[in-house]
């Protein structure tokens, strides 16, 4: 048995259900129940909530989230072998844990959620964790259908999710993140901690859906963010070019001298020049 519950510890788990570790589906599992209790309680309080948790493996997670009181997990896992040990939690844990065996980067949790407070959980797959970020930012309508996330990163990735300026991992993933959400590294997890170890450390970020962020195109802060960081060294004036307006202009429009380079401009800078994208676009197609 274990700390948190009356479940058998994971490395037990694992072994009866031969759920060994699986490279190419992301897995690291994490087996040691105080980390995953400290993952659940960065994501707290959770009674009444409903969590969403994404590849939930042996249910490490799981476990701590219903532990610290979620009301209900929806734990989405693409291998069926987890299915067993997922399963023991369900029984153990009656009505509060549903399994979807399915694709996260396909699963849409808003008809199976009751209007309560919803949260993502997860100690993401890694091949797939940065785009699963990206789908949740850009979900519609704003706010969102969750009021928290709270996910593991590869460091690197997490400072680029954090990064709002004058720092090298600032780039378009910052601009959509911090437009969009509040966010902070909560704390690192050394790859010891994982099973098996991957190479690198990783950070726990948690994210908070901004109510009202400032208004603009989502798709045209993109493309800005997307033209001005894929050429990050050259100043607004060059890089801006491939948007198909005068990019002096486009700078001008949103109070930003053009000779700056794309890590200087805050995300508010970003926001304006989306706004003026849109104005010049419309501005060219008034004209022609
Ligand atoms: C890093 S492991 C985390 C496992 C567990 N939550 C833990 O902390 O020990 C990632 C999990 O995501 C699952 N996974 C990988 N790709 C997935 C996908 N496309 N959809 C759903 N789950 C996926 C893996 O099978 C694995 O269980």
Redesign the pocket.
Known sequence: MSGIDDLPPLREVIKRHDLQA?KS???????DLNL?ARIARAAGPLEGVTVV??????????RALLATGAARVIA????ER?LGPLQEIAAHYPGRLEIVL????T?DPRPMLDGGPARIV???????GTQLLIDWLCTEPWPPWYDMMVL?FQREVAERIVAVGDDEAYGRLGVLANWRAETKILFDISPAAFTPPPKVTSSVVRLKPRPNPDACERRLLEQVAGAAFNQRRKMLRQSLKPLGVDPEKLAAAAGIDGTRRAETVPVSGFVAMANALAELRKAAKTAT
Do not use: K
């Open positions: 699986r589906l992301g897995q690291n599992f994490l087996l995953t948790e994404i590849g939930p493996g042996p249910g490490g997670l799981t989405v896992e693409r291998d987890a399915g694709d996260a980067q699963f997860a100690n993401l797959p890694y091949n797939i593991m």
